[in-house]
């Protein structure tokens, strides 16, 4: 049965579920709907919750790994130091673990830009990789799709690693394997601006090669025979269409919105999102506010963000900048997106593809969280949300992990087939 078929099926489900309650028939169908309708204790939620695979496709913790002062192991406080993952906080929020992001800015398209990046990335890389080794109790690096389950039966958390930006390959697309022997497992072409590879969603600059670079067709390629995920976030619409035609696999939006919700760059559109479900690709919701709604302006706040801005740029202390941002929050502080808002998303686009094809990637510790929902600890409010919509344990198996771990196993599979063919 084709991903498409599946959708509509499942939609037709929920449609003639409603039929029949409305019309008061089926006993059995009345009693079952009943009961997902009926309200979920967050307590309830966490224990289902706590019994799953749960994964967040996208935790750009790494970056405060390499900070003067963060310790993993302890508990911090978004109010404190802006964090939001930690191993307290991960625990009590029931999340298992996710992808931990190699992230590097986008820089000049030079031999100087890609070599900084480079380096950049790989301290990245070996950071995570110390995490793992110097808490070998508490972490474990995960390479396979059923490292999974087995690390979270050893009462560890999961290690995965991404790549957000792939512009430290440079022009060389084997350091992708270099990568990857590190325990890279998928990988985003764009960030905020176009670079080699192809165009993002939101340069100022409008596009530069209509979709992927000739170097991105490569970069596509590359990862298919090594058997890393290709993720489409930030990426513009039309180089997400390349790498769903261009790709042996299925491809993750590891962190991305639904513009029916909010038109903003860095959402989809309902004819995309079904174009990524039919190909067997997945979206993870994020979590950042300014994709998920219109936000007021805040001038005072952005000039307040200039000075700081000019403090790092003149290699300030990390506690003075830490102190300058908890000021410019007090005195200037953020308008976030609603919860409900981030629901909005996350429900639109499992009534458009189904819960085979929507995940969880909230950008956490990238500029991701909401009201009610600042850091991991409240990720049981989503669980409770989708089992109150009528969403089954099963579902949530699915959206928690088996989505993204779907899309890893599959990738493999067509990098070992490659392999086997050669021989």
Do not use: C
Request: hydrophobic residues 40%.
């Amino acid at each position: 049965m084709t991903n498409k078929t599946n959708t509509k099926l499942y939609q037709l489900n929920k449609a003639m579920i409603g039929v029949v309650v409305a019309l008061g028939l089926g006993t059995t169908m009345v009693s079952s709907v009943t009961q997902a309708a009926d309200t979920i204790s967050l307590e309830e939620a966490e224990a289902i919750q706590r019994k799953l695979v749960t994964l967040d496709t996208h935790l750009d913790t790494p970056a405060h790994l390499v900070r003067p002062g963060f310790d993993i192991m302890e508990r911090h406080t978004y109010g404190h130091d802006f964090s939001q993952v930690d191993v307290p906080r991960m625990q009590e929020g029931a999340l298992d673990g996710g992808f931990w992001v190699l992230y590097t800015p986008q820089g000049p398209l030079t031999t100087e830009g890609y070599q900084q990046s480079r380096d950049t990335a790989l301290l990245r890389a070996l950071a995570v990789r110390t995490m793992v080794t110097e808490h070998p109790e508490t972490f474990a690096l995960a390479l396979e799709p059923d490292d999974a389950s087995e690390i979270k039966k050893a009462g560890k958390h999961i290690v995965y690693m991404s790549m957000e930006n792939s512009y430290p390959l440079g022009t060389d697309m084997s350091l992708l394997e270099t990568f990857y022997k590190f325990g890279l497992r998928m990988a985003g072409p764009v960030h905020f601006k176009n670079n080699q590879l192809g165009d993002s969603s939101t340069d100022p600059e409008g596009v530069k090669w209509g979709g992927l670079s000739p170097l991105g067709e490569t970069f596509v390629s590359e990862a298919n025979r090594l058997g890393i995920v290709l993720d489409g976030s930030h990426a513009h619409d039309e180089t997400v269409k390349d790498m769903i035609k261009l790709s042996k696999t299925p491809i993750i939006l590891s962190h991305t919105g639904v513009k029916a919700i909010y038109d903003h760059p860095r959402n989809i559109d309902d004819d995309l999102l079904k174009q990524l479900a039919e190909s067997g690709g997945v979206i993870q919701m994020n979590a950042y506010s300014d994709y998920l709604t219109a936000l007021p302006e805040n001038p005072e706040r952005k000039e307040a963000y200039k000075g700081l801005m000019a403090m790092v740029k003149q290699g300030a202390d990390h506690k003075d900048l830490l102190e300058k941002r908890r000021e410019i929050e007090h005195e200037h502080p953020a308008v976030k997106a609603s919860f409900d808002v981030y629901m909005k998303h996350f429900l639109h686009a499992l009534e458009i593809v189904g819960p085979k094809h929507v995940g969880i990637g909230a950008d956490w510790d990238g500029g991701g969280g909401v009201d009610d929902m600042m850091d991991v600890v409240n990720l049981p409010m989503i669980t409770q949300r989708l089992l109150e919509e009528g969403y089954t344990k099963e579902d949530l198996a699915d959206i928690w992990s088996g989505n993204a771990l779907r899309l890893l196993k599959q990738a493999q599979g067509y990098a070992a087939s490659l392999k086997s063919a050669s021989k």
